[in-house]
């Protein structure tokens, strides 16, 4: 037992040799990345470079954040992210801002790039970022009950099921609204029937918000 105790001490004490290799490639990375990599990113590199010169390898978490690195200096991935970025259309932007609404409303799932895309106007997301917030099964929920035709129009007269929440209840005095306007509001729930209206009860000068699965057409009211 002791035997195997002294060689992994002899072991350990024993000087790891620098990987040229491995320099050479962060090196590349950085020389090549100058223009497309954040200064977080940049300082990352250079740390990296004093690990790899001092220990001759990385950790496995230094080495996975490393390689997401490389990929996105590597000139095919700058090429194709360009060719993305060119073809992110208007209805692709719609779509992500619809996505980014419900969210935000909905944290914490993609809390930072909801608000990315709420606040800057420019932003496009990576491939990856756009499938995962906006082909999900609730983001697809979302989209198509904001693209949906509506199935009541403005100026019409509505009731409240009886399943709406109480507080929407206690907003309609006569327990009837004309409708003001539609898609009035971001969709905040992946329900059917989510498009939000605008309303204004009988009786009452205050307009409110309503999801479309909590009304129906007034002469329903027995």
Same mark, same amino acid.
């Given at each position: 037992m002791g035997y195997y105790r002294g060689s992994r001490s002899r072991y350990n004490r024993q000087p790891r040799q620098s990987n040229p290799e491995l320099v050479e490639r962060i090196e590349k990375t950085a020389a090549r990345g100058t223009k497309t990599l954040t200064d977080w990113e940049r &300082?990352?590199? *250079?740390?990296?470079?004093? *690990?790899?010169k001092k220990w001759g390898r990385l950790t496995? @978490?230094?080495? $996975?954040?490393?390689? +997401?690195? $490389? +990929? @996105?200096? &590597?000139?095919?991935h700058i090429a194709a992210r360009k060719k993305w970025d060119d073809s992110? *259309? *208007?209805?692709? +932007? $719609? @779509?992500?801002?619809?996505?980014a609404e419900y969210y935000k409303a909905n944290p914490p799932y993609f809390g930072d790039l909801a608000t990315k895309v709420l606040t800057d106007p420019d932003f496009i997301p990576t491939p990856r970022q756009f499938r995962a917030m906006c082909e999900n099964k609730y983001a697809k929920k979302v989209l198509k009950s904001a693209t949906a035709a509506p199935t009541y129009a403005v100026g019409q007269i509505i009731a409240l099921r009886s399943t709406t929440p109480h507080n929407i209840k206690s907003a309609l005095p006569l327990g009837k609204a004309a409708i003001i306007e539609i898609g009035a509001a971001p969709i905040k729930s992946a329900a059917k029937g989510s498009k939000v209206y605008k309303v204004l009860p009988l009786g009452s000068a205050e307009t409110i918000n309503v999801e479309e699965r909590h009304i129906k057409k007034a002469r329903?009211?027995?």
């Open positions: &300082n990352f590199l *250079s740390s990296l470079l004093d *690990s790899a496995a @978490k230094q080495h $996975e954040v490393y390689q +997401r690195i $490389e +990929r @996105k200096s &590597n000139p095919e992110f *259309s *208007s209805d692709m +932007r $719609e @779509k992500l801002e619809f996505a329903d009211i027995k």
